[in-house]
């Protein structure tokens, strides 16, 4: 008897259920995450038991390196048609004699991470691409005879007076750097702060412990 | 890759056309997607990052102005030493005495140090806050969850037996014990707690507990 033959079958494997799947997760992440955008210094947050979320607007950001330079960060307010930032670094030009082009002031406007330029740099900066922005930030001066900090934070508050202060510092910065910012924004009233902090779950047993 | 395509023999001597269904090829896609996918992942932050509310006192501008009175024995004083130490003295050093300093005792920021001190402070408040939440979960007391925050806050307000806190920080401190002493202070639930200039007689009982070289007083301080 002959043997029966089967027909090689192609193994064919049916890829639309993946697609699918990886269609869901995509859409998830699109919807769940922001874009993380990138930072002149990396910062090892301290961690804390706080549950209040970031505010996605009306703050300005002190970023405070290891090494005790500042960047500083201010948002456009509720409404990308405010263009806070805009007028800020106009009010900041009118400071210091610095008259900025209509493409600075969108590129100001439109910049995402912190900026720790000083003022007389800011126009050769903004102008900059990409690779040589990175050497030219040396941190903000807080100096008493040359505090542009200072100023930072007087013309964000003037411009948009709902404005918070925000304090994002590595957990290994020694503390007098942190302390010469906060005196900058006692000086300028602003005594209400907010700490950037990772959660970190606590739970306490008040009877345990007393045992 | 996934799929081999054999070419099927013509078997038998008429040509039949066979009816296919139109079968599209999802390999490629599926590969278009796990590269958007490692690409996203790669690129955002899931969890947001919190932020923790602290208050400072205002500055007194005015040098003649009197500090505010506290009274000294539910005074508790923090310095926040190096090498994530923290000193700690109670009460308040008088200021015609600064030849006898009081002793300072040492501790750390586990929960055996700080927090086990702080909550012996400040039990009472601690059982009452954390009684009330217990019968807000238990549906004892039906309040909506937006008034249960400033139920506890006028709890902390009325409290008259907890410490008050004052939170300096020596030179050599870090931004990290900053942020954990201020966490400590939530999670104790102590309801007055501030943070102030470190006085030059404190730096220097830092420095003699610590075994450092002592600054000398200066005009400046």
Redesign the interface.
Same mark, same amino acid.
């Given at each position: 008897m002959p043997k029966i033959k089967l027909p090689?079958k192609?193994?064919?494997?049916?890829?639309?259920p993946?697609?699918d799947t990886?269609?869901v997760?995509?859409i998830f992440?699109?919807l769940?995450?922001?874009?993380?955008s990138p930072e002149p210094t990396s910062v090892d947050?301290?961690?804390?038991?706080?549950?209040?979320?970031?505010?996605d607007f009306n703050s300005m950001t002190f970023l405070?390196s290891n090494e005790g330079q500042v960047f500083f960060n201010v948002d456009n307010g509720p409404d990308t048609l405010l263009k806070f930032r805009r007028e800020i670094l106009q009010e900041m030009g009118n400071q210091y004699n610095i008259e900025f082009t209509e493409s600075e002031l969108r590129m100001f406007e439109k910049y995402p991470s912190p900026i720790g330029v000083p003022m007389q740099q800011m126009k050769e900066f903004l102008n900059a691409d990409m690779s040589a922005r990175k050497s030219m930030e040396v941190g903000i001066p807080i100096d008493s005879t040359d505090n542009q900090l200072g100023m930072w934070i007087l013309y964000s508050r003037q411009v948009n007076p709902a404005v918070k202060a925000?304090i994002k510092?590595?957990?290994? !910065?020694?503390?007098?750097?942190?302390?010469k910012v906060?005196d900058i924004l006692?000086?300028k009233?602003v005594?209400?702060?907010?700490?950037?902090? $990772?959660?970190e779950a606590?739970k306490?047993n008040?009877d345990e412990?007393?045992q | 890759m996934?799929?081999?395509?054999?070419q099927e023999k013509g078997g038998g001597g008429k040509k039949k056309a066979k009816k296919l269904l139109p079968h599209m090829?999802?390999?490629p896609?599926?590969d278009l997607?796990?590269l958007?996918?490692t690409f996203?992942?790669l690129?955002?932050?899931?969890?947001?990052?919190?932020?923790?509310?602290?208050?400072?006192?205002?500055?007194i501008r005015d040098p003649n102005a009197a500090p505010p009175k506290i009274s000294a024995s539910r005074t508790l004083n923090i310095l926040?030493g190096p090498d994530d130490k923290i000193y700690w003295y109670p009460g308040g050093v008088d200021a015609e005495d600064y030849e006898n300093l009081p002793p300072v005792i040492e501790t750390d920021y586990s929960?055996e140090g700080i927090?086990?001190l702080l909550?012996?402070r400040n !039990?009472t408040l601690?059982?009452t806050i954390?009684d009330f939440e217990q019968q807000v979960l238990e549906g004892k007391i039906r309040i909506s969850q937006d008034s249960v925050a400033a139920s506890i806050s006028k709890l902390k307000s009325d409290d008259d037996t907890g410490p008050i806190v004052l939170i300096k920080?020596?030179?050599?401190?870090?931004?990290? $014990?900053?942020?954990?002493i201020?966490?400590e202070m939530?999670?104790c639930g102590i309801a007055r707690y501030t943070f102030m200039d470190i006085a030059w007689y404190e730096r220097q009982m830092v420095e003699r507990a610590a075994g450092l070289p002592i600054t000398p007083a200066t005009a400046a301080n």
């Open positions: 090689t192609s193994p064919r494997i049916d890829m639309t993946m697609v990886f269609a997760i995509l992440l699109l769940t995450s922001q874009m993380r947050m301290p961690f804390s038991i706080s549950e209040t979320p970031t505010p405070i925000t510092g590595d957990s290994n !910065t020694e503390f007098p750097h942190i302390k906060l006692q000086e009233n005594n209400r702060f907010n700490l950037i902090t $990772n959660l606590v306490i008040l412990i007393q | 996934a799929e081999i395509i054999q090829d999802m390999t896609m599926v997607m796990m958007l996918i996203f992942m690129t955002t932050s899931l969890s947001k990052s919190k932020i923790m509310e602290i208050m400072l006192p205002e500055k926040l929960a927090r086990a909550l012996d !039990t601690f059982r954390n920080a020596y030179d050599k401190a870090d931004y990290g $014990n900053f942020v954990d201020l966490d939530n999670i």
